[in-house]
């Protein structure tokens, strides 16, 4: 097991540790309106307790065999100002068996009041195999941004298996630190 400390993440709740009041399945601040507007899941996407790269839980995209869809995904956003560039990155695992026509993660740069979309970019996470691993994208706020929104999205998925994810982060570009793993028997040795 490893403890990890980054830097400024504009994200809340970026391993799905607490539970949003709406049940298990559910995580705070990527469930709309608990605690605000400005996350969301939606299709088969569920937080679940099957292995995590951090802490107990994931969030996780799951294959039709859940009988929730043939798309899932899932979104936060934070406050972002124009010409900023902003960076993500988040940790994947896809089970052998799981398959989708589409899926990625993007950042989003909304207009006030989300009335436009103005730009995204996104990264395809077609080469996640069954070990964690880092994937990231990065992205420049085009005029009149006023929010930045990482999602991660599938659509046309297969009849098994799920993408899963875990410990986000969000940053400006340059205030990005890289996640740092620690072990924590070295942790316990420092506290003794």
Request: with cysteine; proline share 5%.
């Amino acid at each position: 097991m490893t403890v990890h400390v980054e830097g400024t993440n504009l994200l809340s709740n970026p391993s799905f540790e607490l539970q949003a009041p709406t049940g298990f399945n559910q995580a705070t601040h990527w469930t709309m309106g608990h605690p605000s507007p400005h996350g969301d899941i939606y299709g088969s996407a569920s937080r679940e307790d099957w292995r995590s790269f951090d802490g107990m839980y994931i969030m996780t995209i799951r294959g039709l065999w859940a009988n929730a869809g043939s798309y899932g995904g899932c979104w936060q956003e934070a406050k972002a100002e124009p010409g900023i560039e902003y960076k993500a990155s988040g940790w994947y695992w896809s089970d052998p068996d799981w398959g989708a026509e589409i899926q990625e993660m993007k950042l989003e740069f909304w207009s006030s009041h989300h009335a436009y979309l103005l730009d995204s970019v996104s990264v395809s996470l077609d080469e996640v195999t069954a070990e964690w691993q880092q994937v990231q994208v990065r992205g420049i706020a085009p005029d009149e941004t006023k929010y930045v929104r990482l999602v991660v999205n599938a659509q046309n998925v297969g009849e098994s298996g799920a993408l899963q994810f875990d410990h986000f982060v969000l940053a400006q570009a340059d205030q990005y630190k890289e996640p740092l793993a620690i072990p924590v028997d070295l942790i316990i040795d420092i506290l003794d």
